[in-house]
C-alpha cells in the first residue's frame, strides 16, 4: 500500500510540476509583455524588465502553484482509469476512499508552501517590485530628455536646458507652456522633472522668472520665484505599483487587530488567507473529476469540468473581494465563501463517483406514448 501511495504521489507532483512550468512560463510571458509595454511608453528603461520580472515571479508561483496540483491530481486520477490500474485496485480492495490519505497529503503539503509564497514570499517581493520600480521610473524621467536641444512634450510645450549638474538637476532652464492661460514661459537657474502623485511627469524649476501672458498684446506678467512647479502633465509616467500588497502579513494583522484597521485592510488580509485554504478543497475536488468510466465507453470530461470549476471558483472569489471591498458583505466571506462550495461539490461528486453514478444526475424527460390509427 505504502508503494502504490509513494508512486501515485510522486506522479502527481511530476505532472505538477510540469504544469506548473507551462503556467508560470505564460504568467511570466504575459507580465513581461506588459513591461514591454511600459518601456516602449518610456516609464522604465530597457534593461529594468528583466529584474522586474524576476521579482514578480513569486507573485506569479503563488497564482499558479493551485492550478498546478489540482490538474497534476485530476490527470494522474485520469491516467489510473486510462490504464484500467484503478479496477486493478479495485480488486485488490483499494477504493477511491483509499486514496484521500494522498489527497491529504498533497492537500498539507500545498497548503503550507501556498502559506508561505502567499503570506511571506508574495508581499515581500510585491514590497521589493514596488521600490525597483520607482527606481527605475526615476532613471527613465532623467534620460527621457536632452540637454542642448528643445525637447517636445504633449501640448506643445517646449522644455530647454543647458547641462545636467553633478545632482542631476538640469541647468540654465527655458520651459513654454502654450496651453497655459494665458501662455506661461519660464526661465530658471535650476529644474528638475519629477513623477506626480497620479503617475505623470510634472516639472519643478528654482530661482527663476516667470512671464505670463501674451507679449504682443501688452499683458504680461513678470514673477520671480524660488521654487514653481508646473502641475500639469508633460506625459505618461509609470503608476505606482505600492499600496497595501507590498505591507508584510504581521503588520497587516497588527494593522487589522487595532483600531485603525480599515475594511481595505481587512478584505486584503482575508485575501491572502483564502488561497491556501482552498488549495486542499481543490485538491478533494479534483479526486473525482478524474475517474472515468471505461466500462460504459464514455468519459467524464473531467479535465473540460475542472477548467470549468476553476474558472468559475476564481470569478467567485474575485466577485466576493469586490463585494467585501464595497461593504455588500462581510470581509470574513473571503476565508469560507469559495471554498465551502467547493467542499460541498466535492463530497458530492465523490459520492456519487464511488456508488458508481455519472458526476451529473441524468435529467430524465417524461415519456409521449403514441397512439395507433384504428
Not at 502504490?4 to 507532483?13: G, M, Y
Not at 527606481?135 to 536641444?149: I, S, W, Y
Request: net charge positive; aromatic share 8%.
Amino acid at each position: 500500500m505504502k508503494v502504490l501511495f509513494r508512486h501515485i504521489t510522486a506522479e502527481v507532483l511530476q505532472r505538477a510540476l510540469i504544469i506548473l512550468t507551462v503556467i508560470t512560463a505564460l504568467m511570466v510571458l504575459a507580465r513581461g509583455l506588459e513591461f514591454l509595454q511600459d518601456m516602449a511608453e518610456g516609464d522604465i528603461p530597457g534593461q529594468a524588465v528583466l529584474t522586474l520580472l524576476s521579482l514578480a515571479v513569486p507573485r506569479i508561483l503563488a497564482l499558479a502553484l493551485p492550478l498546478a496540483l489540482f490538474f497534476g491530481l485530476l490527470t494522474t486520477v485520469a491516467r489510473l482509469c486510462q490504464d484500467s490500474e484503478m479496477d486493478a485496485m479495485a480488486a485488490a480492495g483499494v477504493g477511491l476512499y483509499s486514496l484521500l490519505p494522498v489527497v491529504g497529503l498533497l492537500g498539507i503539503g500545498g497548503l503550507l508552501l501556498e502559506a508561505g509564497l502567499t503570506l511571506g514570499l508574495v508581499p515581500a517581493g510585491q514590497e521589493r517590485l514596488a521600490k525597483a520600480t520607482e527606481t527605475f521610473q526615476e532613471q527613465a524621467l532623467t534620460g527621457m530628455v536632452r540637454p542642448g536641444q528643445f525637447n517636445e512634450f504633449p501640448g506643445g510645450r517646449v522644455l530647454f536646458f543647458r547641462e545636467r549638474d553633478a545632482d542631476g538637476f538640469m541647468r540654465e532652464v527655458f520651459f513654454h507652456d502654450p496651453e497655459a492661460k494665458p501662455p506661461v514661459t519660464v526661465s530658471a537657474r535650476r529644474g528638475a522633472l519629477e513623477q506626480g502623485q497620479g503617475g505623470d511627469v510634472e516639472a519643478v524649476f528654482f530661482e527663476g522668472v516667470r512671464y505670463q501672458g501674451r507679449p504682443r498684446q501688452g499683458l504680461v506678467r513678470v514673477m520671480d520665484f524660488d521654487r514653481y512647479r508646473v502641475r500639469k502633465s508633460l506625459g505618461g509616467g509609470g503608476r505606482s505599483r505600492g499600496g497595501r500588497e507590498t505591507l508584510s502579513t504581521a503588520i497587516l494583522w497588527q494593522r487589522v487587530s487595532g483600531p485603525d484597521g480599515s475594511l481595505a485592510d481587512r478584505v486584503e488580509l482575508f485575501r491572502r488567507l483564502t488561497l491556501p485554504v482552498g488549495l486542499p478543497v481543490l485538491l478533494l475536488l479534483a479526486l473525482p473529476l478524474g475517474v472515468e468510466n471505461r466500462r460504459s465507453g464514455t468519459r467524464s470530461y473531467g479535465l473540460l469540468w475542472g477548467a470549468l470549476l476553476i474558472l468559475a471558483y476564481h470569478n467567485g472569489l474575485i466577485a466576493i473581494e469586490d463585494w467585501a471591498g464595497d461593504g455588500v458583505v462581510a470581509t470574513h466571506l473571503l476565508l469560507w465563501g469559495p471554498p465551502l462550495p467547493a467542499f460541498g461539490l466535492a463530497l458530492f461528486l465523490l459520492r456519487r463517483t464511488v456508488s458508481g453514478l455519472p458526476l451529473l444526475p441524468a435529467l430524465r424527460l417524461p415519456r409521449v406514448s403514441g397512439g395507433g390509427s384504428a
